[in-house]
């Protein structure tokens, strides 16, 4: 369905009818090739047509999304800085990574390239006291 945040019901609803008569093997031949799932179809309507789902599915749209990484590298495989308390790794835009204690004292994994876009999940375990 294509429908923007500000779509009104009806318009919702002719949406939801134009996808199904897309999508439906007796009136588009065609679509039947495409494996369309008619079900799906109907969920975006529910929730586009219900408020308070649909309130909740913009809301969840408006969260940021969590970057995705581009690798995962153990921390073993970084270069450790004890005067610092940090650990680096070479990005290969020549870059650096860097992660310290106080950040992995609060379960952060993803670390970002000083130079590039590039984000990476460090793996490590913390010690017990």
């Known amino acids: 369905m294509s429908v923007t945040p500000r779509s009104s019901p009806a318009e919702i609803k002719a949406a ?4 199904l008569l897309r999508a439906h093997p007796d009136k588009n031949l065609a679509s039947a090739a495409l494996l369309v799932d008619i079900a ?3 969920e ?18 408006c969260e ?10 153990s921390l073993e ?3 450790e800085h004890a005067e610092l308390d940090c650990w680096s790794h070479s990005c290969r835009c020549g ?6 204690g106080e950040e992995m004292e609060n379960g952060q ?6 130079s590039c876009s590039e984000i990476i999940w460090v793996g490590y375990e ?4």
């Open 44 to 61: 975006a309507y529910r929730v586009l047509s219900t408020p308070a789902l649909r309130a909740q599915h913009d809301a969840r749209k």
């Open 77 to 79: 495989d970084f270069q």
């Open 109 to 114: 994994h993803l670390v970002p390239c000083t």
């Open 16 to 19: 939801y009818r134009r996808a």
């Open 95 to 100: 870059g650096v990574y860097k992660i310290n």
């Open 126 to 129: 913390l010690a017990e006291d």
């Open 64 to 73: 940021p999304a969590t970057p995705r990484p581009a690798q995962v590298i």
């Open 40 to 42: 799906s179809i109907q």
